[in-house]
């Protein structure tokens, strides 16, 4: 069966350092893979996409995420962390629903970061 | 602006009072879904729906309803709320089809906040 893990649930760091959020998938077929943030009281927004192709994605704010096969991940990084990344991060896996149907996405656990000034 | 709009965002009921929580969409799209957030479980889809008249299960339907009469309204319906149907909800709607563009990208809503005593 398809999921995702995202081994740490909190993750603190000091404005300004560096930030690699980890996260590891399970799906027989080529992934699509996403990463969505979750501000307090606000709904996902897509950080980042991963379909097919250059395997280092850049996505908004910053963000950039790398898909590597032998190792089934797609860690999400950040060079340099601002008190406003302070959020929920999730990773989530799209599996094909029969042919020309919706993607459904399988989301992990998230990753919790808290920002240190 | 394009968005996917829940109502209510924040609701306390009791055990057994119907209710429903209702999700619109102003982007014309096929496709939508509910999902259900909790603490270490990340999202799990409740229902989704691939046009008008359309629906099926996701991950976790039990206790919920849905109907999808219209393009761009997708309520989710608690015939009989119990207290382990406290929780976050999220609606989402995407289009395109999986074939031709791709995984779908979801818009979230803001997501509604249910606690059932």
């Known amino acids: 069966a398809q999921s995702v893990t995202q081994p740490d649930i909190h993750i603190t760091v000091s404005e300004g350092a560096s930030l690699e959020l980890r996260c590891n998938y399970s799906?027989?077929?080529?992934?699509?893979l996403f990463w969505y943030v979750q501000s307090p009281g606000q709904g996902l927004q897509l950080l980042l996409k991963?379909?097919?192709?250059?395997?280092l994605v850049q996505g908004i704010k910053g963000f950039e995420a790398e898909f590597k096969r032998s190792q089934s991940s797609f860690n999400l990084r950040k060079p340099s962390v601002h008190w406003s990344d302070a959020a929920e991060y999730f990773c989530?896996?799209?599996?094909?629903?029969?042919?020309?149907?919706?993607?459904?996405?399988?989301f992990g656990a998230g990753t919790r970061l808290a920002v240190h000034p | 602006e394009a968005q996917v709009t829940q109502n209510p965002r924040y609701l306390i009921t009791v055990t057994g009072k119907k209710l429903t929580v209702t999700c619109s969409q102003n982007m014309n799209h096929e496709y939508m879904s509910w999902y259900r957030q909790d603490p270490g479980l990340g999202l799990r889809q409740i229902y989704y729906?691939?046009?008008?008249?359309?629906?099926d299960k996701g991950d976790v339907p039990e206790g919920y309803k849905v109907s999808r009469k219209e393009k761009r309204n997708f309520p989710l319906i608690l015939e009989s709320p119990s207290p382990n149907q406290t929780s976050l909800y999220f609606c989402?709607?995407?289009?395109?089809?999986?074939?031709?563009?791709?995984?779908?990208?979801?818009?979230f809503g803001a997501g509604s906040r249910l606690t059932v005593l």
């Open positions: 729906s691939m046009n008008v008249e359309v629906t």
């Open positions: 991963y379909f097919s192709g250059d395997t």
């Open positions: 989402a709607s995407a289009s395109g089809l999986a074939g031709i563009s791709g995984a779908n990208v979801l818009t």
């Open positions: 799906y027989g077929a080529t992934p699509y």
């Open positions: 989530a896996v799209s599996t094909l629903r029969g042919s020309g149907g919706y993607n459904k996405l399988i």
